[in-house]
Antibody, heavy 116, light 112 residues
Framework: EVQLVESGGGLVKPGGSLRLSCAASGFTFTNAWMSWVRQAPGKGLEWLGR??????????DYAAPVKGRFSISRDDSENTVYLQMNNLKTEDTALYYC???????WGQGTLVTVSS | DVVMTQSPLSLPVTLGQPASISCRSS???????????LSWFQQRPGQSPRRLIY???TRDSGVPDRFSGSGSGTDFTLKISRVEAEDVGVYYCMQGTHWPRTFGQGTKVEIK
């Protein structure tokens, strides 16, 4: 059974940083391209970025609102993908989901609140 | 970026009646491999999204056959043949042909 479990959310001040983790199981993680999607309270879904598998180069690409502030990385030895978020803004407040590339599997999300 | 526009944004339906949601893209979603990478997602209240349909019309495993997807190019439709109480929630389309991926605004389905 595929499982994606996000963690690392919490309350952070504007300008601060946070690193989210997503532990994956139930599939061959090393071959998987992974994505992050967020949902602000009461709002729709926003795709943030994705990271390729190491065999496909391991590079990441990002949506414009987070490019330069967020970065995605992976540790295949731990079956974990990360979302490093820097220079956080109040508009980054959202539930952050880890997903497989095709968004066929989702985690339960981890809540990030950016507030002074 | 490709803009995805859904209509209607709110859809009150009667149990047992059909429902239809439209999704239009600002650019063609026909990929160089010939596929239309358009997915539909259901988000029930308090739950994570769940993919229902991919490549425009292929149902995911376990998705009831009352859900169907159709369309090509820039115009796509999700149909529910007979709405059940468990279908209440918000439905999103998403294009997977162009980077970055983009979602529609969401359509809230509720029971009359």
């Amino acid at each position: 059974e595929v499982q994606l479990v996000e963690s690392g959310g919490g309350l952070v001040k504007p300008g601060g940083s946070l690193r989210l983790s997503c532990a994956a199981s139930g599939f061959t993680f090393t071959n998987a391209w992974m994505s992050w999607v967020r949902q602000a309270p009461g709002k729709g879904l926003e795709w943030l970025g994705r990271i390729k598998s190491k065999t496909d180069g391991g590079t990441a690409d990002y949506a414009a609102p987070v490019k330069g502030r967020f970065s995605i990385s992976r540790d295949d030895s731990e079956n974990t993908v990360y979302l490093q978020m820097n220079n956080l803004k109040t508009e980054d407040t959202a539930l952050y989901y880890c997903t497989t590339l095709g968004l066929d599997y989702w985690g339960q999300g981890t809540l990030v609140t950016v507030s002074s | 970026d490709v803009v995805m526009t859904q209509s209607p944004l709110s859809l009150p339906v009667t149990l047992g009646q059909p429902a239809s949601i439209s999704c239009r893209s600002s650019q063609s979603l026909v990929h160089s491999d010939g596929n239309n990478y358009l997915s539909w997602f259901q988000q029930r209240p308090g739950q994570s999204p769940r993919r229902l349909i991919y490549k425009g019309s292929t149902r995911d495993s376990g998705v009831p056959d009352r859900f169907s997807g159709s369309g090509s190019g820039t115009d796509f439709t999700l149909k529910i043949s007979r709405v059940e109480a468990e279908d209440v929630g918000v439905y999103y389309c998403m294009q997977g042909t162009h980077w970055p991926r983009t979602f529609g605004q969401g359509t809230k389905v509720e029971i009359k």
